[in-house]
């Protein structure tokens, strides 16, 4: 896996959200492979830009085209029908462009959504067969800052996935290096994103 040029993989991020009708949580997981290393934004920071000018860093070339993919799996708690949840996986591309990527030609990109409410109304339980099930569902304009946070969430997933990422050495000794965190947090501190305490 390598997203943006550096090592890539999978990554995790979560969110509490509060809506008009209730409290309820995001997951997201990410498996990311994309993206081109100028492309990098973090924070909103042209960070693969300013690695790739570094020229005291050595990385092994590029590609000279985005030819990768990412799978993004948004989970989450809140009483959402298909329709609704198909709305939340499209916010994934919103929270993928934050991080710079583009979704290239030949890049597969799939995002997938589902909801762990209203477990009676699929399968049989209790040889309840023939029965009317009921389902609870989220109002259309309670799903605002449900969209936000599938945002937020997948971006940082993404750049979850680089900062845990370690240097790899796979077959025939091709080598992907990790995002590297010292010159990251020069970066990010001279745009003003980083506490300084």
Not at 75 to 93: C, V
Not at 103 to 125: H, K
């Amino acid at each position: 896996m390598v997203a943006f040029g550096f090592k890539g993989g999978t990554g995790t991020s979560s969110r509490i959200v509060n809506t008009p009708v209730g409290k309820y949580s995001i997951g997201v997981l990410v498996q990311a492979n994309m993206g081109k290393r100028d492309q990098l934004l973090i924070a909103g920071v042209p960070v693969g830009y300013e690695l790739s000018s570094n020229t005291a860093l050595r990385f092994p070339p590029e590609p000279a085209r985005d030819g990768g993919s990412i799978i993004v799996v948004i989970a989450t708690d809140a009483p959402l029908l298909p329709h609704q949840l198909k709305r939340i996986a499209k916010r994934a591309g919103i929270g993928l462009g934050r991080t710079g990527a583009i979704g290239g030609d030949s890049s597969g990109d799939i995002f997938v959504a589902f909801s762990t409410a209203n477990p009676r109304i699929v399968g049989l339980q209790n040889g309840d067969i023939g029965e009317l099930r009921s389902v609870v569902m989220l109002p259309n304009d309670a799903l605002d800052p449900l969209f936000e946070a599938t945002i937020e969430a997948t971006e940082e997933a993404i750049i979850n996935a680089l900062v845990a990422a370690k240097t790899m050495t796979g077959i025939n000794g091709r080598t992907i290096e990790a995002l590297p965190h010292d010159q990251l947090k020069q970066i990010l501190a001279s745009h003003n994103r980083l506490n300084q305490q």
